[in-house]
Each structure stands twice: as C-alpha cells, then as structure tokens.
C-alpha cells in the first residue's frame, strides 16, 4: 500500500508510543515503550530524559516494522507529550538532573508564593483568583533554583519534555504555544515571557533559560537530524512538525477545532477542553487561553481528579472477583438516582470548579434498603454529575457548547456512556480512532510536511465519528433532583471538614 505516511509520537506518563498513520488517519500499527517513574520522596515523581529519547527510537523501529512500509513513504512526524514535565539541560542539550514529570507536587509552597504575588499574569484561572498548580513550570523552577541551586545554575535551558525531544530529533529548542500558553503564564498575543511574574519571584534569569522561540501546532520545527534519523530507522530530512501537550493534541485528533465544541478525554480522570471565539473567565474555570491550540481561537479547561480511578478503586476494594460486566449489569438494575444514595467523586480532591485539594470522596443516604449495584450506581452518576457541573460553569461562564466528542476509557462500558449523555443531557460522539492524542500528532504532521493546507484541512480527511449516543430527556429530568443532591454533598462535606477541623 503506498503512502504517504505520517508519525504520531505520544510520550505519556507510563511510556511512549508511536503510531504510523496513512493521509486518510487509517492507523496502520502502534507500538510502545515502556519507562520507569521514581519516587525518591512523598509528593515527588521523576524521570529520565535519557528514558523517553531511547523509548522514543524503539517505539518508532517497533510500529515501522509492524507496519511493513518502507522508510521512505513516510513523509513527516509530530509528538504530544505530558504537560509540566520539567526538565533542567546543559549547553550540550544533556539533562543536568532527572525531569520532575507533571505528577510531581513537591513544589506546593511556590506555588502558594506565585498565586500570592497578584501579578497581573495570573489573571486567566477563575478570573485571576487561581489556582497556581504545584504541577506546573514555574513552581517547579523556583523550587529547584532554591533546592538545587547548583544544578539550576548549571542549566543553560529550563523547558519541558515537548521541548527536549524535539530537540533531540532537529537539533533546535524551541517551546510549544500550547506549553507556555496554558502552564507557563504567557501571553503570546499581548508580550510574551511573564517577566515581571519571574522578577518578582527572584527567578528573572528564567526568561533566558527558557526557549527563545515559540512555534505553533503543525508549523515545522526543522528537518530530521540524520543523527535522530538513524535513531529512529527513518530518512533525515522529513519535517518534524511542532505539537504540544497530550490532552491538547487530543482536542486535534478528536476533531475539535472550532468554536463551541468539546473534547471530553476520559480515563483514570476526566479532562473536559473547549473553544470560544471569545474570552471569557470566571471562578471555577481555567482559562481562557487565547491562541494555545490555534490561532484566533481561545481554550477553555476543566478536569476531575479521580473518575475513572475511583471506579477501579470500587471494584479493588468492594469486588474483586466481580468482572465489570456484573458490576454494570447490577447498576442497570437500578434505577437514575440509585434509590436516593449520592455519591461524590472526589476521592483525589477536586480540580475544577472547586479546587480543592482537600476535598474527599463521600457516599450519603446509605439505608439498609441499599445494595452493591446501588452504590456503584451511585459512583457512575457522581462521576458523570461532575462532568454536568464543569460545563455548566463553563456555560454560566459564557461558553457555547454546541458539540462534544468524547475519547478515552468511558465507552468501554454502555451504561457509564449513557449515564453520561443522560446527566449532561447533550449528544455524546465517538471517533474511530480512539487514541486521539497519537492521531493529533499525525495530522499535525501531515500539515507540516504540506500534504494539507492546514490543521482544519488535515481534521476533515482524516478524523471521522463512528457514532453518537443521544441522551434520554425523560431520564435526564429524572437527574435534576440527584444533581441538586450531588451538588449540595461537597458543600455539606465542606462545612462537615471545618466542623472537625
């Protein structure tokens, strides 16, 4: 079958993965490789960047091989990566310490610092009122120049994994729109570099530590080195094209690229990305970002802590030898709003509207009346009642939601997928392709090497929806009393932590 073909290279948090596409988005073959996270301490999580360089060739070689096409039908490559995975370089481009990935919280206390200096480059997060997240680049930076200010002074470059691959694979740094629009507090289109942010935090040398340029999604960064090249098993010369953060790749790949629609990225938590042809903010949400994912446009972001991981975490503790097959059917059995139980699915906190690292996981109205289909009724909805609650901010917000494609680990089973559309009470789409973010990067790529003309272009020939679930309005209005409980449980449990405090 002859080309052309394009690479989406996704480096997550567990390994990295590559997938070989053809100009129709038809995935031809996947390969992964796996790399090890440390925890030397409470609240930190690192890697080697070494990891992710090797990890990526390996990745390549394996799909190329799986897919049996010749190295010359490939005609361009993009990779997504984790956000906030922060990585110190010498003059050399060689890790100066190992990269402290996007799970690692160690720097709380900067955090806490950088939201307190009401500077004016804070002002996107709930209408400047925050959150500054421990997660993101410049906490991280600060805590290493005061923790480790031999290795900080010893870094020429301060950036991200996104940055450092690229790197690896042209020879050029350079920083993503998305990155720095998002998690490092510039404003690409009104000044660029937080400066005064970084001068007042006694970190001014960032500006110069940090790559000099940015570069948009689909615009290439340079041609593959031949070193890179013979890395991979591919030809030097193909253009590499820039990408960004994994979920925001996702947002491509899902077909996301205009205003009013939604990508709603579900696994272990839920990710919830909009478009708006306007800004807007307000308490509970997380932006607007003006041009991080295209020009013109700006990006609204919401999550949930544990979705999906406190659904494994039911099944772990309270049914282990019970397949979710059984578990499903048994909450089928019950009835919207499980009999009057109401659960709350903050079993990690809450990330948005609330923000609230302290909140907890709760079940309230338990009656002996209740049984294990009720509460993993209960635990389905509250996740879903969340996901209704983000986007109701964000509407309260001034966004539009006129559409919402959904990826991730939700279809796998059809009662949360309904649950879902009937809470939120809006038609629910699915690709064929479900790994969004590898499938991005391929269309990403496909711009860069000038098969299309643009992302808009690449999206129409090669995302395509398999099928939509329709909610069920009666059951929808079955919901409004369950959410107004489900909304009152963290207030009440709020005011219960207080009470005890």
Known sequence: ?????????????????????????????????????????????????????????????????????????????????????????????????????????????????????????????????GPVSAEWMIPKALWLKRNEPDAFARAAYVCEYQDYLNLKLTGRLVASVYNVSARWHHDVTNGGQPTSLIDSLGIGELATKWPGEIVRLGEVVAPLSAEAANHLGLKAGLPVSQGGADAGIGMIGLGVIRPGSLAFITGSSHLHLGLSEKPFAGEGIWGTYANALLPGLHLVEGGQASTGSAINWFKRTLAAETSYKTLDEEAAAVPAGANGLTALDHFQGNRTPFTDPHSRGAFAGLSLGHGRGHLFRALLESVAMGSRLILDTFEKGGFTLNDIVLAGGVPNSPLWLQIHADIIGKPIALTEVPDAPALGSAILAAVGSGHYANITEAVSAMVRRSRTIEPNMAVHGDYAEPYARYKALYITQKDFRKAVA
Not at 26 to 33: E, K, S, V
Not at 80 to 95: A, F, I, M, Q, R
Not at 100 to 113: F, L, N, Y
């Open 1 to 129: 079958m002859a080309g052309p073909y394009f690479i989406g290279i996704d480096g997550g948090t567990e390994g990295i993965r590559a997938g070989i596409f053809d100009a129709c988005g038809r995935p031809l073959a996947f390969a992964a490789t796996p790399y090890t996270t440390r925890f030397p301490a409470p609240a930190h999580a690192e890697q080697d960047p070494v990891d992710w360089w090797a990890g990526c060739g390996q990745s390549v070689r394996k799909a190329m091989a799986a897919a049996g096409i010749p190295a010359d039908q490939v005609k361009g490559l993009a990779v997504d990566t984790t956000n906030c995975s922060v990585v110190l370089l010498d003059t050399e481009g060689e890790p100066v310490r190992p990269a402290m990935i996007w799970m690692d919280v160690r720097a709380s206390k900067e955090a806490d610092e950088v939201a307190a200096s009401g500077d004016k480059a804070l002002r996107v997060n709930s209408g400047g009122r």
